[in-house]
């Protein structure tokens, strides 16, 4: 089973920017990428990026535009850089396996790691 550590959370004032990582003890060969999700407190988890093997990104509609995915194949390890942070962007930040869904979306699989706290302040 792949084992994923998430990183980079913090405490941050509105406007700022963070960094998250999330390496994989190794590749996920049947995933069609990776994604970073995210729990807001009293609510449920939400994919907010993806990334493909080839690199091609999607992104939630409320993060455009503010948030990049990367990854770096060779290390198993997926980015997440944040910018212009909000309020609204606080909760667990997750990354995860990826496999397109019959109807277009994306669906995740595999084991959960711990997450990474992101607290953006007003």
């Known amino acids: 089973q792949v084992q994923l550590v998430e990183s980079g959370g913090g405490l941050v004032q509105a406007g700022g920017s963070l960094r998250l990582s999330c390496v994989a003890s190794?590749?996920?060969?049947?995933?069609?990428?990776m994604g970073w999700y995210r729990q807001a407190p009293g609510k449920q988890r939400e994919l907010v990026a993806t990334?493909?093997?080839?690199?091609?990104?999607t992104y939630a509609d409320s993060v455009k535009g503010r948030f990049t995915i990367s990854g770096d194949n060779a290390k198993n390890t997926v980015y997440l850089q944040m910018n212009s942070l909000t309020p609204e962007d606080t909760g667990v930040y997750y990354c995860?396996?990826?496999?397109?869904?019959?109807?277009?979306?994306?669906?995740?699989?595999?084991?959960w790691g711990q997450g990474t706290q992101v607290t953006v302040s007003s």
């Open positions: 995860n396996g990826v496999k397109r869904t019959v109807g277009g979306g994306w669906s995740s699989f595999g084991a």
């Open positions: 190794r590749s996920i060969r049947s995933a069609d990428g």
């Open positions: 990334i493909t093997s080839g690199g091609i990104a």
